[in-house]
């Protein structure tokens, strides 16, 4: 009986580090459905399946991410798992935003299916963390998933978003969300007339169209699926700021001491170092307005540059007034940009990198691109509530549908996932029974701080954070917004 047991137990063991080692989406999910086929626990049993897992998963290893895990768990706001019980949440996009939120919507107890259109986790791009976000990721055991979590020189900074994703999908699975990939979400269908039980609630067309997805109803919506949200309802205001031209360039890390040696410059730090530029400008020519280099996976680079010395150094050909005419393919020269990146970030690094080879993108190109932040996108709003046939919906954005970041500084995920929390506490609020204007307008409230939000002006007890607005935001208002001021975002369907 004994022996069994151990056998057991040590089968399970290693089924779960499988699913930890895990390197791909795919695999990820692949290695999880072994290890519910095999230890017969039931993916679908949202609420139970988490104490499930840990009670059929003890080793040492799992051990420690329990601990992690219930600790998160413990938070008074998730009321033991019972706050929302009874909400259904569909969300749009695996970014890390919408991961970050189905998270706190599954700690909350609400059943929760991410559909994501893809399979892949691609972007290797070195994401520029706040010490709240790595805190937090660090209190959701990212170390006993990636060892390597921010183990770098600027500790609290570097991180692949694959890597990222890949972590949080991790957590996503053991809290119990169900996750669907090459799952397109199309359109929202509105609730059959027939009222009572034999209607069909909120529901969402779907590609490809005969997946079981399409009978879920859900009673919350989450927009994650990024910059190009395809939510209605939502009105975008655009940003239009400077001239604003940034490059990212990814070199091969060969992980000898020599690049070892290297120090990784925090741009936060170097905006201020306006003696660095000059040099830079007149050695090479190239002119910027900052650079921050992060040591991963690959020697990450990005800096926004100044148009004049595109053109002056002949990456851009022509100069446009039109920013998109400006950057399109067929006015750069992307060998002249290769060298340009590659000049910049050898400067960068006092030439210390031995040989900066461009890594390969997945396109089979060297890794460089340049992107245009002159405008930037934010939502109007936040969250709006839908009601047909006596069926309400709460439909919020978050991540880069809700507000577009500016990479350079980092903004994407820290405020991503202050949005996360926020969205959260929302739903809980909703599923406590609050009045819709009293939500929506509590909702646009702690919105309207977001864009305002920096590393430095938030609360820095990270351990108080929770999905509570007051633990994170000093100086909150949760009533700037009045609800009168939010009617039109109560839309009734039977009077339109
Ligand atoms: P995303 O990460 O964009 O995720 C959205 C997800 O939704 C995607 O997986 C997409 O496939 C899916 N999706 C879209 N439409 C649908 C649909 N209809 N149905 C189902 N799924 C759908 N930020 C930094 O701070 N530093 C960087 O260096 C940096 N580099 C970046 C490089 C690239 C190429 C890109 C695209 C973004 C970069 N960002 C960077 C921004 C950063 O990735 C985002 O701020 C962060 O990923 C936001 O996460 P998100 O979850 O909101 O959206």
């Not at 990450?300 to 004049?308: E, G, N, S």
Request: proline share 3%; charged share 25%; hydrophobic share 40%.
């Amino acid at each position: 009986m004994g022996e069994m047991e151990d056998e057991r137990n040590s089968q399970a063991s290693q089924l779960f580090e499988n699913f930890v080692q895990a390197s791909t989406c795919k695999g990820t999910l692949q290695a999880f459905g072994v290890l519910c086929r095999q230890l017969e626990l039931d993916p679908a049993d949202h609420q139970g399946f988490y104490s499930s897992l840990k009670a059929a998963v003890t080793s040492w290893k799992a051990k420690a991410l329990w601990t992690k895990l219930d600790k998160r768990a413990s938070h008074k706001e998730y009321k033991k798992g019972q706050a929302c019980t009874d909400t259904r949440c569909l969300i749009i996009g695996s970014g890390p935003c919408g991961l970050r939120t189905a998270i706190e919507m599954a700690l909350l107890g609400a059943k929760v299916v991410v559909i994501e259109k893809r399979d892949t986790f691609s972007r290797n791009n070195v994401l520029h963390l706040w010490p709240f976000t790595i805190h937090d990721l660090r209190n959701l055991g990212a170390k006993k998933f990636y060892g390597k979590f921010c183990a770098g020189a600027i500790d609290h900074i570097s991180k692949c978003i694959r890597q990222l994703q890949l972590i949080l999908l991790k957590v996503s699975l053991i809290v119990g969300v169900e996750v669907h990939v090459n799952v397109e979400f199309l359109s929202l269908l509105e609730p059959s007339e027939e009222q009572g039980s034999d209607g069909l609630g909120w529901r969402a067309e779907i590609r490809p169209a005969g997946h079981p997805i399409s009978d879920y109803e859900f009673d919350v919506l989450i927009g994650a699926d990024g910059r190009r949200s395809t939510l209605d309802g939502f009105r975008r205001k655009e940003f239009r700021g400077k001239l604003a031209i940034a490059i990212t360039a990814n070199f091969v890390n060969r992980n000898t001491t020599a690049e070892a040696k290297v120090e990784e410059i925090s741009g936060v730090a170097f905006i201020f170092n306006q003696k660095f530029f000059l040099e830079l400008k007149e050695e090479t020519g190239i002119d910027l307005e900052n650079i921050v280099y992060y040591k991963d996976n690959t020697h990450y680079f990005v800096m926004t540059a100044k148009k004049q010395s595109l053109l002056d150094k002949g990456v851009i050909i022509h100069d446009y007034i039109e920013t998109e005419r400006l950057l399109h393919s067929d006015n750069v020269n992307q060998e002249a940009l290769l060298s340009y990146a590659r000049e910049a970030a050898d400067f960068g690094t006092n030439y210390q990198l031995p040989s900066l080879d461009y890594a390969i993108n997945h396109y089979g190109q060297p890794d460089v691109a340049m992107f245009d932040f002159t405008c930037m996108y934010a939502s109007e709003n936040a969250a709006l509530i839908r009601e047909k046939s006596s069926r309400q919906l709460l439909v919020a954005l978050v991540g880069d549908s809700l507000l577009e970041p500016f990479w350079p500084m980092g903004t994407g995920c820290a405020r991503g996932f202050l949005a996360a929390f926020d969205t959260a506490w929302m739903v809980q609020g909703w599923a406590q029974g609050k009045e819709p204007l009293e939500i929506l307008s509590e909702r646009e409230s702690i919105y309207r701080l977001l864009p305002q939000t920096t590393a430095e002006n938030i609360m820095k007890n990270f351990e108080q954070y929770t999905i509570d607005p007051a633990t994170r935001y000093p100086n909150l208002n949760s009533s700037c917004v009045r609800p009168h001021q939010v009617r039109h975002l109560y839309i009734n369907g039977e009077q339109s």
